[in-house]
């Protein structure tokens, strides 16, 4: 009887313990939702602090979550940022400026990447391959130089580095194709030259049938080592940019971590190459790193450079100044 008695308390106690429980965790605070965040970017070597920023719960802290959705192009980016398909854009600035120039309610709020005249502060190339004849860029005229589109990045870098040569840009056959044929395209011969980024560049470079050597680096001819230019970055729509100031201050702030880890420990980052474009490791080994840029935060001094080459070509014929690509977070 003493015994029966005693399991009955014993089960009330437990009863009692539970709905004591439950009552807590009913009234405890509940985690507020993270706000998702429609990243459209390229597949390219700056996309890869994102990832790692959404990987380590760097967004997660900030209350974000990233739904990344990779796009052809910059000009396509821009285009899914004007339509409201994503929220915020990646590709390299050229094509913000052009979307800006003409009408497009789009502005840069981060910069991922700078380059500069330093030796080793250049993330973008004209390569040929090893076995080409060319030695210098006047070797190009007469022949075929792949972009990877128009009205971007590497039409301006053409078309700069050419012209401080002294060739016409129209001299040269332009052929339009995604970095990742361009590789093929020098091994075959459908190109004489290639403009390539990383991890583009790295893989070219290694490969038996290419091992791709550079004639030109950087995207504006003659940087002096002072002078910083933005090479890519983030971008939002005017409308959505300014009713989210502090969401991408947040976003800023996630990116800035993932950068400082890559800083701290480069061979992280060139573990997330190997996984994320299935490098080889001797491959992500030959990629530059060049994070070392200051301020994360859009400023229109870096920007400057690039508007003063699109106007020396006639690819802007607005009086568009650099502080108008740019939204301010303050």
């Given amino acids: 009887m003493k015994s029966f008695s005693r399991r009955i308390c014993g089960l009330v106690l437990g009863l009692a313990a539970l709905g004591a429980l439950n009552t807590a965790l009913a009234q405890a605070p509940s985690q507020p939702a993270l706000q998702t965040v429609r990243i459209g970017g390229l597949r390219a070597d700056s996309m890869i602090r994102l990832y790692h920023a959404e990987r380590a719960g760097y967004l997660a802290q900030e209350g974000l979550k990233a ?7 910059g000009p396509a980016v821009a285009s899914a940022i004007v339509s409201g398909s994503v929220d915020v854009g990646y590709s390299a600035v050229v094509p913000v400026i052009f979307a800006r120039a003409n009408q497009q309610p789009v502005r840069m709020f981060m910069t991922m990447a700078t380059e500069s005249g330093a030796a080793g502060q250049q993330g973008t190339w004209i390569a040929v ?4 004849p060319a030695r210098s860029l006047k070797d190009l005229a ?3 130089v792949a972009i990877n589109a128009s009205g971007a990045l590497c039409e301006l870098l053409v078309r700069d580095h050419l012209a401080k040569a002294g060739v016409a840009y129209d001299a040269v056959k332009i052929v339009v194709l995604p970095f990742p044929q361009m590789q093929a395209a020098l091994q075959t011969g459908n ?8 991890p583009f560049f790295a893989a ?8 791709a050597r550079a004639l030109a680096a950087g995207m504006v001819a003659d940087l ?7 090479q890519d970055g983030m971008f939002v729509r005017d409308d959505w940019g300014s009713a989210n100031k502090e969401v991408l201050r947040k976003l800023i702030k996630a990116t800035a971590r993932a950068t400082e880890d890559f800083r701290k420990k480069p061979s992280l980052y ?3 190459m190997v996984q994320e474009f299935k490098l080889t490791p001797a491959t992500a ?6 994070f070392d840029f200051g301020e994360l935060s859009a400023q229109p001094r870096d920007l400057q450079p690039i508007l003063a080459a699109m106007q020396r070509h006639g690819l802007l014929k607005s009086d568009l100044k650099a502080e108008d690509v740019v939204l301010p977070l303050n």
């Fill in 67 to 73: 739904e990344f959705t990779l796009l052809g192009s």
């Fill in 129 to 132: 391959p090893g076995a080409s």
């Fill in 142 to 144: 007469g022949k075929t």
């Fill in 191 to 198: 190109a004489d030259a290639a403009c390539l980024t990383e």
């Fill in 204 to 211: 070219a470079k290694l490969a038996p049938q290419v091992r």
């Fill in 224 to 230: 002096t080592p002072q002078t910083r230019v933005a």
């Fill in 270 to 272: 060139r573990q997330q």
């Fill in 285 to 290: 080994d030959q990629i530059a790193i060049y």
